[in-house]
């Protein structure tokens, strides 16, 4: 019997691994179509030497055919750099100018804190201009996550067609808080108007636009929501979505994933 839960916690194991890599694959192949197959144009700043080519290093592992990377030594260098990164990986201990103090030149660009202090990530989270964090001493793991995030970031930048009326209407996908279905329509809710389409839930889904189905009737924004709740989720307008029991620890992790690594 030991020999036997061995082996299906190997095959369950090794399952899992496939269905991460398969997950991965897929994102990068929906990023490839949105960008027409252009490279992620990546900055990493590091006064350490060594961290930058193994920071290099890991990311051309990871994403070959994805990334161009340029790397540099000093901030200043970075800032006389005039062009645009799609984003921006910087060290918070630097000398003359922090990572902090850096980012505050690229509004506009996802910026990831990278650190070996791990006290300094609470600070990174807590960081307005914060896209996210990488501890060092778990490099791999947690620029995974990262990526990950990137690329759904890179899919919520797109636009969703709608017609009302005899008009065609585009609406970005990061400006959605949630959909909700009503008997045949969906109602897409913005912060300023609501839109009601003749449309499925697994219609949208299909667009892979990265919103999590919080309850059969429902599907989120992630990066809209501020609070869950046992049976709901409160939204960053104020707005109460309900959530499921079957959905709830989906909800969670998803959330979970948006705002700290995990301590797995």
């Given at each position: 019997?030991?020999?036997?839960?061995d082996?299906t916690?190997?095959?369950k194991?090794a399952?899992?691994?496939?269905?991460?890599?398969?997950?991965?694959?897929y994102?990068?192949?929906?990023?490839?179509a949105?960008r027409?197959?252009?490279?992620?144009?990546?900055?990493v700043?590091d006064?350490e030497?060594?961290?930058?080519?193994?920071?290099?290093q890991?990311?051309?592992q990871?994403?070959?055919?994805?990334?161009s990377?340029?790397?540099?030594?000093?901030?200043?260098?970075?800032?006389k750099e005039n062009r645009?990164f799609?984003i921006?990986f910087?060290?918070i201990?630097?000398p003359?100018?922090d990572g902090?103090?850096?980012?505050?030149?690229y509004?506009d660009?996802?910026?990831?804190?990278v650190t070996?202090?791990e006290?300094?990530?609470f600070?990174a989270y807590?960081n307005?201009?914060?896209?996210g964090?990488?501890?060092?001493?778990?490099?791999?793991?947690?620029?995974?996550?990262?990526?990950?995030?990137?690329?759904e970031?890179l899919?919520m930048?797109k636009n969703?067609?709608v017609k009302?009326?005899g008009r065609?209407?585009?609406i970005?996908?990061k400006?959605?808080?949630?959909i909700?279905?009503?008997m045949?329509?969906i109602?897409?809710?913005?912060?300023s108007?609501?839109?009601?389409v003749r449309?499925?839930?697994?219609?949208i889904?299909?667009?892979?636009?990265g919103?999590i189905?919080?309850?059969i009737?429902?599907?989120v924004n992630?990066d809209?929501?501020?609070?869950?709740?046992k049976?709901r989720?409160i939204l960053?307008?104020g707005?109460?979505?309900?959530v499921?029991?079957s959905?709830?620890k989906?909800?969670?992790?998803?959330?979970?994933k948006r705002?700290?690594l995990?301590?797995d």
């Amino acid at each position: 019997m030991l020999l036997l839960a061995d082996y299906t916690a190997s095959v369950k194991n090794a399952l899992q691994k496939e269905v991460r890599f398969f997950l991965i694959s897929y994102i990068l192949f929906c990023y490839n179509a949105i960008r027409g197959g252009k490279m992620i144009n990546t900055a990493v700043c590091d006064d350490e030497h060594e961290f930058l080519k193994t920071m290099s290093q890991t990311l051309k592992q990871l994403y070959p055919d994805e990334v161009s990377i340029d790397t540099y030594t000093f901030p200043t260098e970075l800032l006389k750099e005039n062009r645009q990164f799609d984003i921006i990986f910087l060290d918070i201990d630097m000398p003359d100018m922090d990572g902090f103090e850096l980012s505050k030149h690229y509004k506009d660009t996802p910026v990831v804190f990278v650190t070996s202090h791990e006290a300094l990530v609470f600070k990174a989270y807590n960081n307005t201009d914060s896209f996210g964090f990488i501890r060092k001493s778990r490099l791999s793991e947690d620029l995974k996550s990262v990526m990950k995030r990137f690329f759904e970031f890179l899919s919520m930048q797109k636009n969703i067609t709608v017609k009302i009326n005899g008009r065609l209407i585009s609406i970005k996908c990061k400006d959605i808080f949630y959909i909700e279905k009503q008997m045949n329509h969906i109602i897409i809710h913005t912060q300023s108007d609501s839109y009601t389409v003749r449309k499925t839930l697994s219609e949208i889904e299909t667009l892979n636009i990265g919103f999590i189905r919080t309850h059969i009737g429902y599907l989120v924004n992630p990066d809209t929501i501020q609070i869950i709740e046992k049976n709901r989720v409160i939204l960053k307008n104020g707005m109460f979505v309900p959530v499921s029991r079957s959905q709830y620890k989906r909800v969670c992790e998803e959330f979970m994933k948006r705002s700290a690594l995990s301590d797995d």
